[in-house]
């Protein structure tokens, strides 16, 4: 059939294992293809597409939930994008949040070991600070 790829063919298109388009199909944010009259997998551009636009959306940090969310927005052209924006903002909530943990385990990091003095593990001030939380400055980067 001319027009189809393989899904050796999908995975270097999508720069990712054949592994994660197998459990793409299983969870339902790919399409299943059509099959060979030797049992192999069929897919066509409009998978590829899709691939594509779910390694993207992976790559931005979106989550599977969220990109199963748009791809279900997406099957209505007529439909509004407010939903779409609106899960966008929340993703951009989340990563900056995230950046905020980032930066604060940064600063913490820098101090304790500008304030090892690299002598013996018995006096090691990263030790000491990872041993009892209340020696750190910031609270953010606290467990989940």
């Known amino acids: 059939m001319s027009g189809t790829f393989s899904i050796g063919q999908m995975a270097k298109a999508g720069n990712c294992k054949v592994q994660t388009i197998r459990y793409y199909e299983e969870i339902g944010l790919l399409p299943k293809p059509q099959r060979s009259g030797g049992n192999q997998r069929l897919y066509l551009e409009e998978h590829r597409d899709r691939l594509s636009f779910i390694r993207h959306s992976r790559e931005l940090g979106f989550s599977l939930d969220q990109i199963r969310q748009i791809l279900d927005l997406t099957d209505d052209p007529t439909h ?12 951009l909530m ?4 995230k950046i905020k943990r980032l930066q604060s385990m940064r600063k913490e990091l820098k101090r ?3 304030q090892c003095a690299g002598d013996k593990v018995a006096d090691c001030r990263i030790i000491k600070v990872l041993s009892d939380h209340a020696l ?5 980067h606290q467990r989940d």
């Not at 509004?80 to 993703?91: F, G, K, W, Y």
């Not at 989340?94 to 949040?97: A, C, K, N």
């Not at 750190?136 to 953010?140: F, G, K, N, S, V």
């Open 136 to 140: 750190c400055l910031a609270d953010e």
């Open 80 to 91: 509004s994008c407010a939903e779409v924006d609106q899960i966008a903002r929340v993703h």
């Open 94 to 97: 989340e990563v900056e949040s």
């Open 112 to 114: 304790m070991i500008s």
